[in-house]
């Protein structure tokens, strides 16, 4: 029974490139929700779809982020024009429906150069 | 060993001993709350979880206490093993399915 799966586990890019970051949930998952996680922090919030509806994006910067879960295939997480602040772990969570615990992937170690 | 102060980073635990990490919230409201442990290069990977009618649950070799008057929640871990050392988080719902973390605590187990 494979858990939440997100690829790439790293990722390189320079400046002003995009990065897109993949996640595939849970079998049985619907609800995916995106965090993000500096060095030695605690994850934020950054987004919650479930299939091809994004209901609460509250958590990300308004540009140059958008995310997105389509009726087939992973979720995706895209950030335009990459900053040397966008450098963090990416981690994605699902679950079945909402209340019940947030299975989280391995994250995405995602780094500007 | 126990972290005292709710914002002491660090946890150092003889192996054999029973660990009990703490945590504040913020949200009164908030009515589910989770431990995640995250050892490093993975994923937080869900422990137990308590929700706001209850102020104790037990799973394997942990316990999860709830305090809602001071809004404090504490996660014991019984008989401490090399392998609970890690980065522990205590999450709490927000609206259903935003979950807010903690700064985490790190605990090492000593042989």
């Known amino acids: 029974n494979a858990g939440v799966m997100q690829n790439p586990r790293h990722l390189v890019r320079r400046r002003g490139q995009e990065a897109r970051l993949r996640c595939s949930p849970m079998?049985?998952?619907?609800?995916v929700y995106w965090y993000r996680q500096l060095p030695e922090e605690g994850l934020k919030f950054m987004v919650y779809?479930?299939?091809?509806?994004?209901?609460?994006e509250s958590g990300m910067p308004k540009e140059r982020f958008s995310a997105e879960f389509p009726k087939e295939g992973p979720s995706i997480l895209r950030i335009q024009q990459v900053v040397r602040g966008d450098s963090a772990a990416y981690f994605c969570a699902s679950s079945p429906v909402n209340g019940e615990p947030q299975h989280f992937g391995d994250g995405t170690r995602l780094s500007i150069l | 060993g126990e972290s005292v102060g709710l914002h002491l980073p660090t946890l150092s635990v003889q192996e054999g001993d029973n660990s009990i990490i703490n945590c504040a919230y913020s949200n009164s409201a908030s009515d589910y709350f989770i431990w995640y442990k995250q050892e490093s290069g993975k994923g937080p990977q869900f422990i137990i979880d308590i929700r706001s009618n209850m102020d104790k649950r037990q799973g394997q070799r942990v316990t999860v206490l709830l305090n809602k008057t001071v809004k404090h929640l504490s996660l014991q871990i019984a008989a401490t093993q090399p392998g609970d050392s890690a980065v522990y988080f205590c999450a709490e719902n927000i609206g259903d399915y935003k979950l807010s973390f903690g700064a985490g605590t790190t605990v090492t187990v000593r042989a």
């Open positions: 079998k049985g998952h619907s609800h």
């Open positions: 779809l479930q299939k091809e509806n994004i209901i609460d």
